[in-house]
């Protein structure tokens, strides 16, 4: 397995195994705690692992989580996705940067995603098997999502979304969750301040 470094957003890596293939199919390692080290993540702190499945042009995003955010570890384990990672960290070099990504179960490759990025994906097949590895629990109150067709972000969305959920259609603009975000920080600034001069 290799980890490479994503130079359009700092600290996102790709990790790409290696499937050894034959008449019966292939066998790929998928997660290896050794090469998560390696980049300089704790490979135990990954707490909790989903999968979601998605038929062709479904859309899931654009999402992230308040508080003290959620690191993952992403990866198309059936079928195809386009894959995108915005960066939301305001003290991060690659601010408001975004990637995108082809993830499939032929490669197995996983993404990992930093906590304060934003993520979304569109199925390409007519079944698409996404896994999700995080490194908290799922809180559904932190749950942020930012509109997948905000015109400043500008995502080149591959095909015509046939369905998304209520949450992902009615979501705010990139500017309106800055802003929201921003005052949650500026708020939690002054108590830190306060807590040090009390």
Not at 172 to 185: D, I, M, Q, W
């Amino acid at each position: 397995m290799k980890a490479t470094e994503v130079p359009e957003i700092a600290g996102v890596y790709l990790f790409e195994p290696t499937p050894y293939a034959d008449e019966r199919g292939f066998f790929c390692r998928t997660f290896d705690a050794d090469v998560v080290r390696s980049v300089g993540l704790d490979p135990h702190a990954f707490v909790q692992d989903s999968v979601s499945r998605s038929v062709r042009g479904v859309l899931r995003g654009l999402h992230l989580r308040s508080g003290a955010g959620e690191a993952k570890l992403v990866r198309c384990s059936y079928g195809r996705i386009f894959d995108v990672v915005v960066d939301l960290r305001p003290d991060s070099p690659t601010y408001l940067g975004r990637v995108s990504f082809e993830l499939s179960g032929e490669t197995q490759a996983t993404l990992y995603i930093p906590a304060g990025c934003a993520h979304g994906f569109q199925a390409l097949t007519e079944t698409a098997d996404t896994s999700y590895r995080i490194d908290r629990p799922h809180d559904p109150s932190e749950d942020v999502t930012i509109a997948f067709d905000d015109p400043e972000l500008a995502i080149d969305w591959p095909l015509p979304v046939t369905s998304m959920s209520q949450r992902d259609r009615e979501a705010p603009s990139l500017a309106e969750v800055l802003k929201h975000e921003v005052l949650k920080h500026e708020v939690l600034k002054h108590e830190v301040l306060k807590h040090k001069e009390g």
